[in-house]
């Protein structure tokens, strides 16, 4: 079965302060994997899409990653604005999206 | 470029009472999509369109739900009776084709509540 599954679930860092967030997926034909952010109340909102292992990519403070089994979102010296949910998603055959849970990311000033 | 517009934003409604929503996807994008989010979840798929044709309509509740895409342009998603357990926030996303990589953009959706 198709699954996507995010970590940590929360996570909150101090301006400055880089992490990663972590999407782990299990999926038959992988077409292309895409990080998405959300905030609130509002339609997520396209970030990257990796479409083979090894692939990175960079967009600000943001890099994505890609391996065979797991993709990371590394986000260096964040600031509040960066705030939000962020989203993995594999695409299947047919262009059916699955997505994760989510991280909800804080970053404080 | 206008995005995906959708509208309602917000609706609330009596359990048992009908509630549609409507979609206009990004200008020439043939593939439209409408997705469920819950609180606290990612979006899931209830139905894809490639122009007018629904081509996976596999998760959505035909029992209540139903949706058109007349023209192969805007779309309606439509639920009689709601339910309790229909309370989420209804996406729309739009793409320039389906199949691999290629990108969906989401609208702002609509949060119904069902009360």
């Known amino acids: 079965e198709d699954q996507v599954t995010q970590s940590p679930e929360a996570l909150r860092l101090q301006e400055g302060e880089s992490s990663s967030l972590n999407c782990s997926y299990t999926?038959?034909?992988?077409?292309?994997l895409f990080w998405y952010r959300q905030d609130p109340g509002k339609g997520p909102e396209f970030l990257f899409t990796l479409y083979s292992a090894g692939e990175e990519k960079e967009k600000e403070r943001l890099k994505a990653t890609l391996t065979k089994k797991e993709s990371f979102l590394h986000i260096t010296a964040p600031k509040p604005e960066d705030s939000a949910t962020y989203l993995c998603a594999v695409q299947a055959e047919g262009g059916k999206l699955i997505f994760g849970q989510g991280t909800e990311l804080s970053v404080k000033p | 470029e206008a995005g995906v517009v959708q509208s309602p934003r917000y609706k609330i409604i009596e359990k048992k009472q009908p509630v549609a929503f409507w979609c206009n996807p990004i200008s020439g994008h043939n593939t439209l999509y409408w997705y469920r989010q819950n609180l606290g979840q990612g979006p899931e798929l209830l139905i894809r369109?490639?122009?007018?044709?629904?081509?996976?309509d596999s998760q959505l509740p035909k029992d209540r739900f139903s949706a058109e895409r007349l023209k192969g342009v805007d779309s309606t998603l439509k639920i009689q009776p709601a339910e309790l357990g229909d309370s989420a926030v209804y996406l729309c996303?739009?793409?320039?084709?389906?199949?691999?990589?290629?990108?969906?953009?989401f609208g702002p959706g609509t949060r119904l509540t069902v009360l």
């Open positions: 369109y490639e122009n007018e044709e629904a081509v996976d």
């Open positions: 996303a739009s793409s320039l084709l389906a199949g691999g990589g290629n990108e969906q953009f």
């Open positions: 999926v038959s034909g992988l077409r292309g």
